[in-house]
T-cell receptor, first 107, second 117 residues
Framework: KNEVEQSPQNLTAQEGEFITINCSYSVGISALHWLQQHPGGGIVSLFMLSSGKKKHGRLIATINIQEKHSSLHITASHPRDSAVYICAVNYGQNFVFGPGTRLSVLP | KAGVTQTPRYLIKTRGQQVTLSCSPISGHRSVSWYQQTPGQGLQFLFEYFSETQRNKGNFPGRFSGRQFSNSRSEMNVSTLELGDSALYLC????????????????FGPGTRLLVL
């Protein structure tokens, strides 16, 4: 069974700050996903990673397969980044989600 | 392209009833996955359908079932509803080829919020 943990659970930042959200998992995976969920429930897939690093705008995601760890970074954070960020992993034929990190960015 | 659509968006049922939820994937996507989200358990994977066949299944009782039609639209059915089935049910589609393993980028629908009284 794969356990997925995220830290921190909650995060409050000032606009413009650099933010890091961490995800760790216990069993080898085929892919890791970062998802963003806004109030109201809509989920957007931000990244899918199997190795290395990906960048999209102000968002950067990295994964270290050996250490079973991934990070999501947000540069120059903005209030519109306020959302729950969820890490999810594929292993075998399953999809396991982390508990999410609730981010609030204050103006 | 139109996004993933789910109907209905909100639903209220009573214990013991059954419910059917519908999901229309993005055009060209043949994989549809279903998820349940509750405050207590978070997001959990229900099952995935690809070309009308269930390819993967999470750890849910047999009361939860689904199917996929030839146009890739999918339905999820929950029979004998329990209070604990109250949740946001999300579907997601992906462009996944027959030989690719589960794990392609998922495009989520807005969800169906089910309340069981």
């Amino acid at each position: 069974k794969n356990e997925v943990e995220q830290s921190p659970q909650n995060l409050t930042a000032q606009e413009g700050e650099f933010i890091t959200i961490n995800c760790s998992y216990s069993v080898g995976i085929s892919a890791l996903h970062w998802l963003q969920q806004h109030p109201g429930g809509g989920i957007v897939s931000l990244f899918m990673l199997s190795s290395g690093k990906k960048k999209h705008g102000r968002l950067i995601a990295t994964i270290n397969i050996q250490e079973k760890h991934s990070s999501l970074h947000i540069t120059a954070s903005h209030p519109r980044d306020s959302a729950v960020y969820i890490c999810a992993v594929n292993y075998g034929q399953n999809f396991v989600f982390g508990p999410g990190t609730r981010l609030s960015v204050l103006p | 392209k139109a996004g993933v659509t789910q109907t209905p968006r909100y639903l209220i049922k009573t214990r013991g009833q059954q419910v059917t939820l519908s999901c229309s994937p993005i055009s060209g996507h043949r994989s549809v996955s279903w998820y349940q989200q509750t405050p207590g358990q978070g997001l959990q994977f229900l099952f995935e359908y690809f070309s009308e066949t269930q390819r993967n299944k999470g750890n849910f009782p047999g009361r939860f079932s689904g199917r996929q039609f030839s146009n890739s639209r999918s339905e999820m059915n929950v029979s004998t509803l329990e209070l604990g089935d109250s949740a946001l049910y999300l579907c997601a589609s992906s462009f996944r080829s027959k030989t690719e393993r589960l794990g392609q980028t998922q495009y989520f629908g807005p969800g169906t919020r089910l309340l069981v009284l």
